[in-house]
């Protein structure tokens, strides 16, 4: 038995084990020979057969679709964290996944944002960007300083649309191919969400170059490293760039600019 099958196997039987019967609309009584639910009780509440959930839990080598594993994480009242390891261990995609994942920043990140004295900002599940501190309004004059939370400026947007980003971004190309293969690489578990799915059209219309770099299918993992840009009122500027993802939100990312050099 490989490991993520051991694993699917035990965790099913944990939760079934620890299932009060009386809140699945089941009497507790005194004659169950096993704390928790009934395998057969599981099977029921999740519309699949016996049998079937029997091998699962004994890890047998079977197929556990992902429309089977919704029902047994609504049938087992599972909660986020229980939901994300029991579509992990059984290797499948959850689909609904985005629905759980709320694009806003949490108050505590919010507020770490403002005490940040270099340009940082919030990007959120198709890098909208949910907030951003002074300094980063300060750096992306045009942009982020004439837009409000509630537009949600988008940074592929920007990047592909906006007049003045390829005379801002130095290396205007080179940059925006390497921002579409990390966007690529993001969104890889999600290319069927409608919200991703819209806003790729729209920018593969609206941009003949951001057509061309998505359909090279090239995938980069978001990565550091120097970023320079020709600022209208100090001219070239230089920072070096980190990425970090909240543990309790990894949909999120917390872009930090550090700069390099002095305003020239």
């Excluded at 594993?69 to 049938?75: F, G």
């Excluded at 609904?96 to 940082?120: F, G, K, R, Y």
Aim: net charge neutral; aromatic share 10%.
């Amino acid at each position: 038995m490989d490991t993520r099958r051991k694993e699917l196997a035990e965790f099913l039987q944990a939760l079934r084990q620890r299932g009060a019967p009386e809140e699945f609309g089941f009497p507790a009584g005194a004659r169950r020979r096993t704390q928790g639910l009934r395998r057969e009780e599981v099977a029921q509440l999740a519309g699949i057969s016996a049998t079937w959930y029997t091998w699962i839990e004994q890890g047998r080598e079977v197929n556990v679709s992902a429309e089977a594993l919704e029902r047994l994480a609504t049938a087992l009242k599972l909660s986020k964290s229980e939901r994300t390891y029991l579509f992990d261990m059984a290797d499948r995609r959850d689909p609904q996944a985005h629905m759980l994942e709320a694009d806003t920043a949490p108050d505590t990140l919010m507020n770490m944002l403002a005490s940040i004295q270099i340009p940082a900002y919030i990007m959120g599940r198709t890098w909208d960007i949910l907030a951003w501190n002074q300094p980063a309004s300060d750096l992306f004059t045009g942009w982020l300083d004439n837009a409000s939370n509630d537009s949600r400026p988008n940074l592929l947007r920007f990047v592909f649309q906006h007049p003045s980003a390829k005379q801002f971004v130095v290396d205007w190309e080179m940059r925006a191919r390497r921002l579409v293969a990390e966007f690529r690489a993001d969104c890889r578990s999600r290319l069927e969400e409608p919200e991703l799915k819209r806003l790729v059209n729209e920018l593969s219309q609206a941009s003949p170059e951001f057509e061309r770099f998505w359909k090279q299918h090239d995938v980069l993992e978001r990565q550091g490293g120097q970023r320079k840009f020709m600022h209208s009122k100090h001219g070239l500027i230089s920072y070096s760039q980190v990425t970090l993802r909240p543990v309790e939100q990894e949909q999120l990312k917390l872009v930090l600019l550090e700069p390099k050099n002095e305003y020239r």
